[in-house]
């Protein structure tokens, strides 16, 4: 199940503008011909009904007349075994449509085609503070007021690199790592690895701090991990699938491209309590991509690739603590980002450009790169309500002793290697090394890397 049927049964123009809004193919969450499949599939349940109330009534008719009743009873067993199958075609096809119905957007996301059409949250600027929200509008308003250089750096008087020409004096070889696994696999080696190590520390102490409770998931999920999560049916394409002939009892498996579907399926076909919400988990974890689409996209560097490491924020909660831990999630984000003084800004993203069905309301958290002279998405923080939950079978018993579905929010805490970009633009000094932030210093033990 993904949406309330009945809910869409009894809103079906509601359900025709949520699928218009968030842009999915009509030819696949096909309104209309769902309502018909939805019709024919309750006519032929109810027929099923009647000739299985009938059978039961045989038994009657056996003590009087045994052969009429052996008689109707052959006849009831075909009847039934082919509007079975009747019913199991029409399901299948019900269900294939119900599949790419999209979450009920909610009435504040901003409607729109593109991220042109984001709205603008706020800005932040090291030494300066939240921007006047009267710069803030859609689309690129924000982005005339960020810094023209490198906020950190000793010295005005150097042309700013782009981080593809600062990461090999930091120990990024993507070369090499193109000839052991092929492109968007590099290697992270000495100063590198070192700033992504604290940066992981810094975050884990927070979460920690904050009453999370760590999780390590596994890294390779069956199908119904990422169906449930909304990862299946949509985007499919980018997901790694693991050879069955290899895989105990030749089970599909697949390679996660967040920890996401993993954590959020710990939970899956349980009832909580009321008294156990929220739940608060994270994960560091590797992650896996095939990019599909963006292949010659952002080919230098590490800002896309296959093989990338990521730790995610994901709480289960119920409908009432939803909104709340969309914002909550919200302020990690920014303390990370302020603790780190990186300029960034948040976008509410529109209808047309939020990510995957499941998504109720959806921001980008982005950093600001001097050199490259734009944003990059650095977090993603997600309200699904309770589309997850019901594919996932995550329920809670609440105080009265109603049991509902839960609601979930997701959030990407720190992509690691989008970070150790933001850290090399805004960081990069006259001699191409880079200063390490203030908070880090104490978990790296240096002032500076990439010096020579």
């Not at 075909?78 to 294939?96: N, S």
């Not at 689409?293 to 119920?318: L, P, Y």
């Not at 603790?339 to 209808?351: F, G, N, R, W």
């Not at 997701?410 to 690691?416: H, L, Q, S």
């Amino acid at each position: 199940m993904t949406i309330d049927v009945r809910e869409a049964r009894a809103h079906p123009d509601r359900l025709r503008e949520a699928v218009r809004r968030r842009r999915v193919d009509p030819r696949k969450a096909d309104v209309d011909r769902w309502l018909a499949l939805d019709e024919q599939r309750r006519q032929l349940q109810s027929r099923l009904d009647e000739l299985n109330a009938e059978k039961n009534k045989l038994a009657a008719l056996g003590r009087t007349d045994p052969e009429a009743a052996r008689a109707r009873g052959q006849e009831l067993r075909a009847l039934t075994r082919d509007l079975e199958e009747q019913l199991a075609q029409v399901t299948a096809e019900w269900q294939a449509i119900l599949d790419w119905f999209p979450n009920w957007p909610s009435p504040e996301m901003p409607d729109g085609e593109s991220e042109d059409d984001n709205v603008e949250e706020c800005a932040w600027i090291p030494g300066q503070g939240y921007v006047d929200p009267a710069h803030l509008g859609r689309g690129a308003h924000v982005a005339p007021l960020m810094p023209k250089h490198p906020p950190h750096a000793d010295r005005r008087d150097f042309r700013p690199l782009p981080h593809w020409e600062i990461g090999p004096r930091l120990g990024i070889d993507t070369a090499q790592g193109a000839k052991v696994s092929g492109s968007r696999f590099p290697y992270l080696l000495g100063d590198a690895a070192r700033l992504q190590i604290a940066i992981e520390q810094l975050l884990t102490q927070k979460l920690l701090q904050e009453q999370f409770v760590p999780i390590v998931p596994p890294l390779l999920v069956r199908e119904r991990a990422l169906y449930g999560t909304s990862h299946f049916p949509e985007g499919r394409d980018q997901v790694y699938a693991i050879e069955r002939h290899n895989v105990e009892e030749g089970a599909q498996l697949f390679l996660v491209g967040s920890s996401e579907p993993a954590n959020f399926s710990y939970f899956m076909d349980r009832t909580l309590t009321e008294a156990e919400l929220p739940v608060k988990v994270f994960a560091s974890t590797p992650c896996f991509r095939s990019e599909a689409g963006s292949w010659g996209k952002d080919v230098r560097g590490i800002k896309r690739v296959h093989q990338f490491d990521k730790v995610e924020m994901n709480a289960v909660c119920t409908p009432e603590q939803s909104t709340e831990i969309y914002e909550y999630f919200r302020s990690l984000n920014e303390w990370l980002l302020q603790t780190l003084e990186l300029p960034y800004q948040i976008v509410d993203k529109c209808a047309g450009d939020a990510g995957y069905l499941a998504t109720h309301r959806q921001r980008d958290v982005e950093v600001w790169l001097p050199a490259s002279a734009e944003f990059m998405e650095t977090m993603t923080d997600t309200n699904t309500t309770d589309y997850q939950a019901r594919r996932l079978s995550i329920r809670y018993r609440a105080a009265n002793g109603a049991v509902r579905y839960c609601h979930t929010v997701n959030d990407t805490a720190c992509a690691m290697g989008r970070m150790l970009i933001a850290i090399m633009e805004n960081y990069q000094q006259a001699d191409g090394s880079v200063r390490v932030p203030d908070a880090l210093r104490p978990l790296m033990g240096q002032d500076y890397i990439g010096r020579r």
